[in-house]
């Protein structure tokens, strides 16, 4: 699998403090790298870094611990298609390429990562070293699913399970010291319970990415689904979004949805939904967080999961 740059305005990399748009012109390069001028070496020992991995794209961030602040954003798309992803490459690659990687130390390193093979367990059946039996019962591709973790999602008394392959463990291993390994729903499913506030009525939060969804209805603190589905097309979008709504008997003209992720409000996929769904808004970054002004010149609702990461940390 090879990272390639994204169609984005360039201005070449002399200074860090000079960093708005970085459009990798070879293979490899970062498509989007957003640098604050106050960060300096000395301040990143003082850094976290939030990584995010899919399919099609990793994201990463360093967050200021001191400040809750988000200083710095690069991000790398992949050309892969429907090819299988070859993790030794790509994060051998990202270590070789990865701007902020090269130039900046950090204290910790917490990975979401959208694994397909991910499932929710009630705490009340939940048994510690049953994760693996969880997951094999689910799912059959027991090669991707050679290691397994879960994570305590506090406000829904869940846990969710998921399963990577050995050659992913290995490489966030000797990329990074002692990761944290999250599956990226998890803190996906914190940001909707935190935007919700506990409101009544249902509320439909979509997450989009290039070529999946993830859905969650919430009414006020009770979760009535979480699931992802591939939907690489505006349509698919749409059908399974509209699916949940026949499913939980949802109406798509009254429910609240929230929309996020990696899109252009100019695309296909939203001006779809927009047709749709009456009260459709674009989710804003996560409230506990701050953010350098020039992340913030950045559409609210992108890189979404990649700033619940920090989540972790509450």
Request: hydrophobic content about 40%; overall charge negative.
């Amino acid at each position: 699998m090879i990272f390639v740059a994204l169609s984005i305005m360039r201005q070449d990399i002399q200074n860090p403090s000079e960093n708005i748009f970085l459009h990798g012109s070879k293979s490899g390069e970062a498509g989007l790298l957003l640098v604050d001028e106050s960060l300096e070496t000395r301040t990143a020992l003082a850094c976290e870094l939030l990584v995010v991995l899919d399919a099609d794209s990793i994201q990463l961030a360093l967050k200021e611990k001191k400040s809750n602040r988000i200083l710095a954003l690069e991000i790398f798309q992949s050309e892969s298609g429907n090819k299988a992803i070859n993790w030794t490459e790509a994060l051998e690659q990202l270590s070789r390429n990865s701007y902020l990687l090269r130039h900046f130390e950090f204290t910790k390193a917490i990975v979401g990562i959208f694994s397909s093979p991910y499932t929710l367990v009630p705490e009340a059946i939940y048994k510690a070293g049953d994760d693996k039996k969880f997951i094999d019962f689910h799912f059959e591709d027991k090669e991707n699913t050679q290691r397994v973790f879960s994570r305590q999602v506090n406000p829904f008394q869940l846990k969710t399970l998921f399963g990577i392959s050995e050659e992913l463990y290995h490489e966030l291993f000797h990329l990074f010291e002692e990761p944290e390994l999250i599956h990226a729903t998890s803190t996906l499913l914190e940001a909707a319970h935190l935007q919700s506030r506990g409101k009544k009525e249902r509320e439909l939060f979509l997450h989009v990415r290039k070529a999946s969804v993830d859905i969650i209805v919430l009414e006020g603190k009770k979760l009535l689904l979480m699931n992802s589905y591939a939907s690489p097309t505006a349509d698919d979008l749409l059908y399974f979004s509209l699916m949940v709504c026949d499913q939980l008997e949802l109406d798509p003209d009254s429910i609240q949805v929230w929309l996020s992720g990696e899109f252009e409000k100019e695309s296909a996929k939203y001006k779809l939904l927009y047709q749709y769904f009456r009260n459709l808004q674009l989710s804003q970054r996560p409230g506990n967080l701050n953010y350098s002004y020039r992340i913030e010149q950045l559409p609210a609702h992108q890189h979404f999961s990649l700033f619940t990461l920090a989540l972790c940390e509450l």
